[in-house]
């Protein structure tokens, strides 16, 4: 049983570039979240969907958005990028149909360095 | 703004048993208290989650007063590749039934010496 994946692993971008980063959950989960976690910090929630639309979002401008397909795959997309947008991409996935949906898996995450 | 407070980071010897204590003061009613553990450059890793009184596992042992306003993860007996930072979280429910966020702080950096 496969876990959360994301892809890529690392990529490099230019300031003002977009970039798109994506996350397949875990076999049986129907919710992804997105977090970013920059260098000695905690990671910090952007959004999470579930149904193809995003039910909770974090404390991020527009520039960030997302999408969620009906294979509950999910993709995080970063316009008019910044220095301070280098992170570690973290994708977590659950299930809202149990009683268990607090239980998120984390996938390994995507680099993102922008220079 | 985070909602827990624990240690910046902890110190330790091999064979020992660690206790990382974590402070929630405004913890909600249907809040679970769930503790992750992440190596450098990897997605956290579920460690345990319980709600009130003590939870234990293969892992880890969590202890939680009747009050609800702390928490205690214990590791039995620690080794060197327990080395990595610990995440005590309570989450945010959503609008929607069933959504569920994670509010993490900056977490305790546990370093297990030989």
């Known amino acids: 049983d496969a876990g959360v994946t994301q892809s890529p692993t690392h990529l490099i971008k230019t300031r003002g570039q977009q970039v798109t980063l994506r996350c397949s959950p875990k076999s049986g989960h129907d919710t992804v979240s997105w977090y970013q976690q920059a260098l000695g910090q905690g990671p910090q929630f952007i959004f999470q969907?579930?149904?193809?639309?995003?039910?909770q979002r974090g404390n991020f401008p527009d520039r960030f958005s997302g999408h969620q397909f009906p294979n509950y795959s999910s993709e995080l997309n970063v316009n008019a990028l910044l220095l301070g947008d280098s992170a570690l991409y973290l994708c977590a996935s659950s299930s809202r149909r149990t009683a268990f949906f607090y239980e998120q898996y984390f996938g390994p995450g995507t680099r993102l360095t922008v220079t | 703004l985070a909602k827990t407070t624990q240690p910046i980071s902890m110190d330790s010897y091999e064979g020992q048993e660690v206790n990382i204590t974590c402070s929630h003061n405004?913890?909600?009613?249907?809040?679970?208290i769930t503790w992750y553990q992440q190596f450098p450059s990897q997605g956290p890793r579920f460690i345990i989650q319980g709600y009130k009184t003590k939870v234990t596992n293969e892992v880890a042992s969590l202890f939680i007063p009747a009050d609800r306003k702390s928490s205690t993860l214990s590791l039995p007996r620690v080794s060197l590749s327990d080395t990595a930072v610990y995440y005590c979280l309570v989450g945010d429910q959503g609008a929607t039934s069933g959504t569920y966020k994670y509010i993490f702080g900056t977490g305790t950096r546990l370093k297990v010496l030989a």
């Open positions: 969907y579930y149904e193809e639309e995003e039910r």
């Open positions: 405004n913890i909600a009613t249907n809040d679970y």
